[in-house]
């Protein structure tokens, strides 16, 4: 397979900066971007008001942080492509409640990362969240990044992230928003996920990044960000679960089999970290959805453990690939695919290579929508 045959499907930012880039991504998804301003602007009920105003105000501190500076000049390119103010772009950066799955897992010769990305189609079967191209790319001194995207968010934040040794995957937390108006340093999960993403491999070490997080101020939301990158030839993965004022680090094993997976379930073994709304009323099909999720994958990891002990590798690649994405879109369909469901991300980390495959056609599994070799 020729890589470069299928990049076709992977929108490259146009201009030198950074900066440039997230101005032409703004143009590129301004009339989504503004409708979508446009609708949170209307929201008069006190938790979107408040949402507005703690982002906004997180807006502020940013611009005040040496720390920031980067995500506040490519905020702020993305905004002025887009046609709207800073604070709006903001107001999307704190409205981030969306379902999605991910489950790592180590083999022979590395970690696999595996990513569904739900899309929210409404009742006119309208694409809410995504739409061509669902995935860019930034180009910086010629170090490429990756980042799957909804056509309303800066790209960068949430959903799946890739590049050389490192792949991140994201999911939301419904932790509660009680008082979160009062926090004197808001800071939103969307920031540090966009922040990590853009940090190196080497800066990923999970302590480095709750020392970073504490020192630029408190979280008013949560996230479950799933990290897997390479230091010294050795693949690490972990789980870092943020919500609010507290960070967990689930670290994932070192044999071959182990793993780790999540939902937008906060794990009951957290009792400490509230949930947003009644537990009965989260999202679609409530609490009991997402514990059956929990299940799934936790069948899934067994039943892939048979294939654990095996490396990838350049020869084997393609198929590994293929062989995932079988068996969760065709031989587990009943339980992954469904109206809401907007793409599937592989990814494979290892000594030998870093490989990501996509694909947001469920129904016709002839060819991938992408697969990117980062070697």
């Known amino acids: 397979m020729q890589y470069n045959e ?20 703004g143009l590129l998804y301004k009339d989504s971007i503004q409708k979508s301003v446009k609708n949170l ?15 906004a105000k997180a807006w502020e501190i940013a611009r005040a942080s040496t720390q920031c500076r980067e995500f506040c000049e490519c905020l702020s390119a993305w905004a002025k492509g887009a046609e709207i103010s800073n604070e709006q772009a903001m107001w999307m950066l704190a409205d981030n409640l969306s379902g999605c799955q991910t489950m790592m897992i180590r083999y022979g010769s590395g970690v696999a990362l595996l990513h569904t990305e ?3 189609i409404d009742a006119e079967h309208i694409e809410l969240h995504m739409k061509d191209p ?15 995207v909804y056509n309303n968010l800066m790209p960068g934040c949430g959903l799946y992230g890739f590049k050389h040794d490192v792949l991140i995957a994201i999911d939301t937390l419904f932790v509660t928003e009680d008082q979160v108006e009062q926090v004197q340093k ?40 799933n990290v897997v990158y390479k230091v010294d030839k050795w693949v690490e993965g972990y789980k870092l679960i943020l919500a609010r004022s507290e ?17 937008n379930l906060i794990d009951p073994a957290y009792p400490r970290m509230k ?50 994405q ?23 980390l290892d000594n030998a290579l870093t490989s990501v495959s996509c694909t947001r056609n469920f129904e016709k599994m002839s060819k991938f929508a992408y697969i990117v070799d980062l070697e």
């Open 186 to 225: 808001p800071l939103l999960a969307n920031m540090i996920s966009w922040l990590m993403w853009r940090s190196k491999a080497e800066d990923l070490v999970p302590e480095k990044v709750v020392e970073m997080i504490t020192s630029l101020g408190e979280l008013v939301d949560g996230y479950a960000i």
């Open 247 to 263: 960070a967990t680090i689930e670290r994932l094993g070192s044999q071959p089999g182990d793993y780790l997976r999540q939902t």
């Open 275 to 324: 949930w947003a709304t009644p537990v009965k009323r989260i999202w679609r099909g409530g609490y009991r959805h997402f514990i059956e999720r929990y299940k799934t994958l936790d069948k899934c990891a067994k039943l892939g453990a048979q294939y654990t002990h095996k490396c990838v590798n350049k020869s084997n690649l393609l198929q590994a690939h293929k062989m995932i």
């Open 326 to 348: 079988q068996f969760i879109l065709i031989d587990q369909k009943n339980a992954f695919v469904n109206n809401d469901l907007g793409a599937l991300c592989i990814g494979f």
């Open 134 to 148: 669902c995935t860019v790319m930034i180009n910086e001194a010629g170090v490429p990044s990756y980042t799957l």
């Open 118 to 120: 739900e899309e929210f």
């Open 6 to 25: 299928v990049m076709q499907n992977i929108y490259q930012a146009k201009g030198e900066s950074l900066s440039e880039q997230y101005f032409d991504l």
């Open 41 to 55: 602007g209307k929201k008069r009920a006190r938790l979107s008001v408040i949402r507005r105003n703690v982002a």
